[in-house]
Structures are given as structure tokens and as C-alpha cells.
């Protein structure tokens, strides 16, 4: 049996553009793709504390060092620029890779850099 269990997540990032116009998933700065071990084309919840929001689409990767948070195609609808945001990863695992799994969770600062990555 798998479960899904929280992998990882980049905790509070602002919202810094949405693209209406755009195919889809959300751009991710790759320094904060990479701290919080999401891969392009992952899977991943994107929770807005601004107005309650939750949806689901695939991450895609950003400038490096660009702070880049950017909403595209249908879930542009979902948020405004400035918006405070959870990206949140989940990865299938049995019981025994979930109880030994130490999740990842990532704290960028006001302008969404990268400022430290202690455990979730």
C-alpha cells in the first residue's frame, strides 16, 4: 500500500506576477525549486492564505535568483500579485518510507530569496 505523505514546501512566498495567458502551472524561482526539492513538471498545491485558495497544477522553472512567483493560465484567476502563497509537494510512499521521510520546508524572505531551510 502507498500513502501520500507532505514532501516538501516553500512556505510563504509572494505572489510577483499571474499570467492569465500563459498555458499553465506556476514559475518558480529554480533556487527555491531546488531547496525544497520540487522537480519542473512536479505535482504541486498551491494554498493562498490571502483569500483561502487551493488548486493544484505542475511547477516550471524560473530565474534563477529572480524571487519569480508567478500564477499562469487559469489559476492567474486564483490570485493577485502580492498575494501570500504555500507551495506544498506530496510524494507516493508505504508506511515505513512515510515514518522515516523528513520533509523539507523552505522559508524565503519578503522578497522570496532564500534564507533558510530547517527541517518541517
Not at 7 to 22: E, F, M, P, W
Not at 37 to 66: C, D, F
Not at 68 to 91: E, P
Not at 104 to 112: C, G, K, M, Y
Amino acid at each position: 500500500m502507498l500513502i501520500e505523505v507532505f514532501k516538501s514546501k516553500i512556505h510563504r512566498v509572494r505572489v510577483t506576477q499571474a499570467d492569465l495567458n500563459y498555458i499553465g502551472s506556476i514559475t518558480i524561482d529554480e533556487e527555491l525549486l531546488e531547496a525544497a526539492n520540487i522537480l519542473e513538471g512536479e505535482k504541486v498545491q498551491i494554498v493562498n492564505n490571502n483569500n483561502g485558495a487551493r488548486l493544484e497544477t505542475y511547477a516550471i522553472r524560473g530565474e534563477r535568483g529572480s524571487g519569480v512567483i508567478c500564477l499562469n493560465g487559469a489559476a492567474a484567476r486564483m490570485v493577485q500579485v502580492g498575494d501570500i502563497v504555500i507551495i506544498i509537494s506530496y510524494a507516493l510512499m508505504t508506511p515505513d518510507e512515510a515514518r522515516a521521510h523528513k520533509p523539507i520546508a523552505v522559508f524565503p524572505d519578503e522578497n522570496n530569496r532564500l534564507v533558510r531551510t530547517p527541517g518541517a
